[in-house]
């Protein structure tokens, strides 16, 4: 998906873009606050496997 929007263009199962999702993660929780039931009534999940 983010190569498809031009935002990345590495290898999609490299380690620099495990760092690239988790840089986009940290910057949804910066946006909505960690706490991202009170902001939008769901959690969030990462799926390292």
Do not use: I, K
């Not at 690239?20 to 039931?37: H, I, K, N």
């Not at 009534?41 to 390292?48: H, I, K, Q």
Request: charge should be negative; glycine fraction near 18%; avoid cysteine.
């Amino acid at each position: 998906m983010a190569e498809t929007l031009g935002v990345f263009s590495g290898d999609p199962e490299g380690p620099q873009a495990r760092a690239f999702y988790d840089q986009e993660l940290q910057r949804v929780f910066t946006f909505y606050g960690r706490s991202g039931a009170s902001a939008g009534g769901g959690t969030f999940a990462v799926d390292d496997g």
